[in-house]
C-alpha cells in the first residue's frame, strides 16, 4: 500500500469551499481505499488530507481522472499553500 499526509492551506474563510470541491472530487478513485479530508481545529484555514491506495501507480493514474481534474481546476484558486507531510507505507488497521 501507499499513503500521503498532507497540510492544505486555504485562502482566508474559504476552507469549507475547498473541502467540499475535494470530496466532490472522490468518486471513482480505482486503487483509493481511504481518502479522509479533516479540518484543523488551531487553524480557521487548514485542512488535513490523509490517503491510502493499493499502490504509489493508483494514486498517480487518479490525477488523471477527469473528477480529479475538475476538482484541482475549482480548487487551485482557493488554495493558499500546501505541503506533503509524509509518504507512507501502510501496513494495516482499521478500515483497511
Not at 8 to 14: I, P, Y
Not at 25 to 39: E, F, K, Q, S, T
Not at 63 to 92: F, H, K, N, W, Y
Request: aromatic residues 4%; negative net charge.
Amino acid at each position: 500500500m501507499y499513503g500521503l499526509i498532507g497540510k492544505m492551506s486555504a485562502v482566508d474563510g474559504r476552507r469549507d469551499e475547498l473541502s467540499a470541491i475535494l470530496l466532490e472530487g472522490l468518486r471513482d478513485m480505482p486503487g483509493n481505499l481511504i481518502y479522509v479530508v479533516a479540518n484543523d481545529p488551531s487553524d480557521a484555514n487548514a485542512l488535513w488530507i490523509t490517503e491510502v491506495w493499493t499502490d504509489k501507480a493508483a494514486h498517480e493514474a487518479s490525477l488523471a481522472l477527469p473528477s480529479v481534474q475538475d476538482a484541482i481546476q475549482r480548487g487551485r484558486p482557493l488554495i493558499a499553500g500546501m505541503e506533503r507531510i509524509a509518504e507512507t507505507q501502510p501496513v494495516g488497521g482499521q478500515g483497511l
